[in-house]
């Protein structure tokens, strides 16, 4: 044991000599003193430098998987009253420090947070202050961390994922999907499914009122439909008309097209009913006006004629003598 470590329990054991005290309370507080020390030099426990600094201190990291320009006071109203209610934000952003620049942090993890405090803090809350732990992070360690933090979170859109993903697999990995699926231990179809969606076209996108309404499912249906010429100008068309209803909606004129209805229509115009036959018509022969005849219809070579088993004698004998006379003239 090392002399630090023994100074350490010399403190702690100064005073087991001295009379105990009365209350359980003293017992408590040196049981608990004891194992926070003992978890340090055991190397379980890790202490953490943590900061409160002004959010304008701080840029979001370019590869953040966040577009925090979807950020807006209502889908971050729940974090915005939570803070609001607890005093402070509860948990730390990820940032790293950065020198030479307009800004001293860079955030990997916490664009939410970081949006929530700038809020409060431009709309009469200037006490809140932005609360970050600083690490020091390369680049792909960054990636990784930022997706683990956010992976099984609802509020981060599947298309922001697929964009981060299609990012990262060329910067960091390569183009390997195999080798960036090992790294984020997730299988390479999972990892698949969210390339695809990336890859988009921007017609597509378009189509639905906020990029954050696409679903990894949408894509992983349309991508057929995409891949065969016929069917891929008929999703296109009737995206493009979408994006125009959802443009005018955005402009106050008219609705928009919710989500589950454009995928709804986009398939549908991949996948045309095909049209029913029309049905041949006959022509109708009849011995004089107002009666009941024959009705004619060709089938190749071949007439059909059918005629009501009712029928006169004499009105189908006049019937079928008014079709022999069509065949000569």
């Excluded at 005093?87 to 860079?106: D, K, T």
């Excluded at 939410?112 to 009469?124: D, K, Q, T, Y």
């Excluded at 990012?167 to 299988?187: C, N, P, T």
Aim: aromatic letters at 8%; one cysteine or more; glycine letters at 6%.
């Amino acid at each position: 044991m090392s002399k630090k470590h023994d100074a350490i329990f010399d403190d702690v054991l100064s005073g087991l000599d001295s009379p105990a005290p009365s209350s359980d309370r003293g017992g408590a507080r040196f049981l608990k003193r004891s194992t926070s020390i003992g978890e340090r030099m055991s190397g379980e426990m890790q202490e953490k430098t943590l900061y409160q600094v002004d959010p304008a201190r701080c840029r979001m990291w370019e590869r953040h998987n966040r577009d925090y320009a979807l950020l807006t006071e209502d889908n971050c109203r729940d974090l915005i009253d939570g803070i609001k209610a607890q005093g402070q934000q509860e948990f730390p952003a990820i940032v790293r420090r950065l020198s030479g620049e307009e800004h001293e942090f860079e955030v990997i993890c916490g664009a939410r947070r970081h949006f929530a405090v700038s809020w409060l803090r431009a709309h009469n809350y200037p006490q809140f202050r932005y609360l970050v732990e600083v690490r020091d992070l390369t680049d792909e360690e960054a990636f990784r961390l930022a997706d683990i933090e956010n992976r099984d979170r609802e509020d981060i859109s599947d298309y922001e994922r697929a964009v981060d993903y299609a990012e990262a697999i060329r910067l960091y990995y390569d183009g390997s999907q195999k080798a960036m699926a090992e790294r984020l231990e997730v299988s390479p179809p999972w990892l698949s499914r969210y390339l695809v969606l990336a890859k988009m076209p921007e017609e597509i996108l378009d189509a639905f009122a906020s990029k954050r309404d696409i679903k990894e499912r949408h894509a992983r249906a349309l991508k057929p439909l995409l891949s065969a010429p016929d069917q891929a100008a008929g999703v296109m068309d009737e995206a493009i008309h979408i994006a125009g209803v959802q443009k005018r909606a955005a402009k106050g004129q008219g609705g928009y097209v919710e989500a589950a209805d454009v995928f709804k229509r986009l398939v549908a115009a991949g996948n045309p009913k095909p049209k029913t036959p029309k049905a041949k018509t006959g022509t109708l022969y009849r011995r004089s006006a107002g009666e009941r005849g024959i009705m004619v219809k060709k089938r190749g070579k071949q007439f059909q004629m059918e005629f009501d088993a009712t029928l006169s004698d004499a009105s189908l004998r006049g019937a079928f003598e008014n079709f022999l006379k069509s065949r000569k003239g």
